[in-house]
């Protein structure tokens, strides 16, 4: 995600065409979630502008088609997914394909799973997101799908709304969260040299900041043991996101000496009226 409508006039020009927000955006940060990928496979012609906007280090984890994971379960996909891997091509290794699965994904179907991790091509990165809750209670759940995930080189990506679920929501954005986000323990185990995390805070940045406390430590653990993380922060609002995104980033190298800075964004004009 790299478009919203509360950017324009605070991290991007108020007059910037969404076509060239993605280059805005890749100055404030150096990876993003390709969510909108869930619900179209998006033309080839696209992806290369993406490709385009972004330098060599910048990440796109983009997630595989819901058709794919939620409504065939895997069965019956090799065009869509032959179509989906020919679209996003041009990010090449930049990019890393996110299997979002769904809550009654279970400890039953990891054997799909893991055919259809097997069977993507070699060199394509791979992470899988699962909210069965016993894929987290359970040891021999947790232990079936990590040994899937790791035959196939693919990363476990957590979830962690721990700090989101801790008090009841306060404002409509939130509300809406309460009642789609999944409550699930917070996993800090990595699989691969490249983990990948996505937390959600609260609209409060004081709260969500608090929160992620435990993320510092784990990231900075992580670096020192040369692995090369991706952090991902939301809020229900996610207005804030970009900056917390880089309020994160400083928190870890402030444990982590050596760490880079990221990229020193483009100044927004303040709006005017004329």
Known sequence: ????????????????????????????????????TFYATPARSTVETWAQQTGPGFRFVVKVPKLVTHERRF????AEMRAFLDAVEPLGDRAVLWTQLPGSFGPADVDALGRFLRRLPAGLRRAVEVRHPEFFSDAGSTSLL?????DAGAEWVPFD?????????????E???????????????????????????????????????????????????????????????NEEAPALARRFHDD???????????????????ATLF
Not at 3 to 32: D, I, M, S
Not at 146 to 150: H, M, W
Request: neutral net charge.
């Open 175 to 237: 509300q809406d969260a309460w009642a789609k986000k999944p409550r699930l323990p917070r996993r800090t185990r990595a699989l691969t040299d490249q983990p990948i995390v996505r937390y959600l805070g609260r609209d409060s940045v004081e709260e969500t900041v608090e929160g992620w406390r435990p993320w510092t430590e784990v990231v900075s653990g992580w670096l020192t043991e040369g692995r090369t993380p991706t952090v991902f922060v939301h809020t229900p609002d």
């Open 1 to 36: 995600m790299w478009n919203h409508k509360a950017w324009p006039g605070r991290f991007f020009p108020q007059a910037l065409p969404a076509k060239e927000r993605l280059r805005a955006y890749a100055g404030w940060c150096t990876a993003v979630e390709g969510n909108t």
């Open 252 to 270: 870890v190298r402030a444990l982590t000496p050596g760490v880079e800075p990221l990229p020193e964004p483009e100044p927004v004009e303040p």
């Open 161 to 173: 709304t721990t700090v989101f679920f801790q008090r009841p929501p306060a404002g409509e954005a």
């Open 75 to 78: 069965a019956g996909v090799e």
């Open 146 to 150: 990590e040994r899937a995930l790791t």
